[in-house]
Each structure stands twice: as structure tokens, then as C-alpha cells.
């Protein structure tokens, strides 16, 4: 599966700059397009057949957000990139999944790209990127695959909930940001419980070998987590400084809002990634603790038939004269004191609380 993974991401080697070569492993057979167009008044929700259908909606004076899934589907990417005018490095990036998130500011749109997460029914974090660009009145957004975190947002624009039908485009992108960071506090949650469960299991004592695996795929996702979440900060904050008619200054409160939020979930990614180096260190120490016990028992067992032994090993010698051979108690007396031996040294053990 590695080697499946390198092929795609490399597959781009050698070609120019701006090649739109899809570097992912998501293919859909049909490219899904759907198209909110509003305003105050109304708002029109379709899906749209063919990429040319997209094409009416950019020079209109409503709001449109049209977002697409299947990013596998390049040839209808360029359509559309050539129609909206997007510079051909900004259509490589959409179809190059492993993006760092970050946004590029072009004459007359903004191109940004982030990492949506969510868990699926096994709960396994999914990791998928998503690319928006921003004009003056519509939004693109371009996804890897069906799926995504955007229905709370598709719910307000057709119903006309809150003030998204009054403002503009910059903040149907904040509204759509703002729902996927929205769903990073769910993941943290579950990474939070994940981390509480592996805490009981180990203070228990009910360590089984898989829980190291489990510790360290742990430490897998909160790493991926942290690497999609970090760079979205810079985001954030230059979408906040941006001098740009595309952003309105009555907005740019909002999205310090979303800065805010990540801000909070950067610092508990922290705080859990503290928490799952110290239960490793817990873990190391457990094994270390049952091992130090097992090493104790031996330990007091072989203190205890260290004399037995000694006493065993003198009178099994081959000597012809040993004058208590011939007494005629020397068995039942040796036995006697291997006995009291054995019992002394185990009340000595039990006083010093080394049993």
C-alpha cells in the first residue's frame, strides 16, 4: 500500500509546472456538481449535469456557491478553470492532495486550501483536502470525494437561516470554513476519550501487548491532526490582513473568530500530544513494575533456598566421617531446621513488606 501511495505522489515527476495530474486514490465515475445561487429574496439548489452549466452563474449578481466532488475528473477542472481564469498553478494544487493548507491572493479571487476531517462509522479520522476559490460573488469548492462536513451550511442557505442571504461571498467562505473547523473540536473529542480509555486501561493493570500498537497509531493521528490544523493559523491570520475588496472589513471579525477557535484546538492538540508521550512513559513503567514483581518473587524464593540448599549441599557430600550421619535423629533433626529456616525467613519477608 506504501508503494502505492509513493507511485501516486510522485507520478508528477519530470512535468512542467502546472500539469493537473491527480495524485490521489479516490476515484469517483462521475464528477458531482451542485450549485446554491442566492440572495435575500430567493435561492435556487440544483445539480448540474454538465460543466457548461456552471458557466452562467459567474457574471450574475447573486451569491453562488457550486461545489464539485471527483477530483480524479482534470479534463472538466480545466473547463472550468479556464472560464473563471485560474491560473494553472492554482488548478495543479486543486488536484494535488497533499497540500500544505494555505492561500494564494490573485488579481481578482483568493485560492485557499485546507484539510477537512471527519470519522467514519469505524471511527477512523479521514483526512481529506478541500480547495475554495473566492471571487466577487461565488465560491468554488473542490473535493477529493462524496462525503463532506458542509450540510448545517447547505441547511441555512436554502432555508435563509441566520444572515448568510444578506452578506457576500467572503462570508459564504467563512461559513464554510468555519464548519470544517467546526468538526476539527469533534475529532478532538474522540482523540481526548481515546486517550482517557488507553489512561484506564494501562492504571488498571490490564496491559496487553496490542496497547502499545494502539499508543502509537494514537500518536499517528494526533500528529496528521496537527499537521492539517497548525498551517490553517496562518491562514486565518493573513485572510484577516488582507487588503482586498474580496474580503469586507465587517467579515474579517468573523474569521477572527475562526482564528480564535483554532487557536483552542491547537493547544489541546498539544496538550494530547504531552498526554500521549506521558503514557508511553506509563506503559514502560507498568511493564517495568510487573517485571520488577516477577523479579522479586525469584528473588525471595532463591533467598529462601540459598540455605536449604547450602545446608543440602554439605550433607550430600562424600565423606566418610560426618558424625551426625550416625545419630540416629540426624534426618527428622536436619529436616526440622530446613523447616524453621524456610518458615523464619518467610515471617522476616512478610515484616519487611517484601511479600
Known amino acids: 500500500m506504501g508503494k502505492l501511495k509513493g507511485k501516486k505522489r510522485y507520478k508528477k515527476l519530470g512535468l512542467a509546472p502546472g500539469s493537473v495530474i491527480y495524485t490521489g486514490d479516490k476515484s469517483s ?5 451542485e450549485a446554491f445561487d442566492y440572495n435575500i429574496e430567493q435561492c435556487i439548489d440544483k445539480e448540474l449535469n454538465n460543466v ?3 458557466f452562467e452563474f459567474k457574471h450574475i449578481d447573486t451569491i453562488t456557491w457550486i461545489n464539485l466532488n471527483g477530483l480524479n475528473h482534470v479534463n ?7 472560464h473563471f481564469n485560474l491560473h494553472p498553478l492554482v488548478l495543479e494544487d486543486i488536484v494535488s492532495i497533499s497540500q500544505r493548507p494555505k492561500i494564494d491572493e490573485y488579481d481578482d479571487y483568493l485560492f485557499v ?20 476559490v473566492l471571487g466577487k460573488n461565488y465560491v468554488l469548492s473542490f473535493q477529493e470525494a462524496d ?3 458542509f450540510d448545517t451550511v447547505r441547511d441555512r442557505i436554502r432555508h435563509g437561516k ?3 442571504r444578506t452578506m457576500q461571498a467572503d462570508y459564504l467562505l467563512y461559513i464554510l470554513m468555519d464548519a470544517i473547523v467546526d468538526h476539527y473540536f469533534s475529532i478532538i473529542e474522540s482523540l481526548g476519550e481515546k486517550i482517557e480509555d488507553y489512561e484506564s486501561r494501562i492504571f488498571s493493570g490490564h496491559v496487553d501487548k496490542s496497547i502499545n500498537k494502539d499508543i502509537q497509531d494514537l500518536k499517528r493521528e494526533v500528529l496528521r491532526v496537527r499537521r492539517a490544523i497548525f498551517p490553517l493559523r496562518e491562514v486565518i491570520s493573513r485572510i484577516e490582513k488582507h487588503e482586498s475588496p ?3 472589513d465587517k467579515t474579517k471579525t468573523f474569521y477572527r473568530d475562526i482564528y480564535d477557535h483554532l487557536i483552542q484546538v491547537s493547544e489541546n492538540i498539544d496538550i494530547y500530544r504531552e498526554m500521549i508521550w506521558s503514557l508511553m512513559d506509563m506503559y514502560m513503567t507498568t511493564i517495568s513494575n510487573r517485571m520488577n514483581e516477577v523479579m522479586k518473587v525469584l528473588t525471595i524464593m ?3 533456598f540459598i540455605p536449604l540448599t547450602f545446608i543440602a549441599g554439605i550433607y550430600g557430600m562424600n565423606f566418610d566421617y560426618m558424625p551426625e550421619l550416625h545419630y540416629k535423629y540426624s534426618y527428622f533433626i536436619l529436616w526440622g531446621v530446613m523447616i524453621v529456616l524456610f518458615i523464619g525467613m518467610l515471617y522476616y519477608f512478610k515484616r519487611k513488606k517484601w511479600l
Open 246 to 248: 474580496l474580503i469586507l
Open 162 to 164: 441566520g444572515r448568510v
Open 76 to 82: 472538466e477542472i480545466e473547463k472550468i478553470g479556464n
Open 113 to 132: 486550501v485546507l484539510k477537512m476531517l471527519y470519522q467514519d462509522e469505524n471511527e477512523t479520522i479521514i483526512s481529506e483536502q478541500v480547495s475554495f
Open 302 to 304: 532463591a533467598s529462601i
Open 147 to 149: 462525503g463532506d462536513v
Open 52 to 54: 457548461e452549466d456552471i
Open 29 to 33: 465515475k462521475k464528477l458531482f456538481i
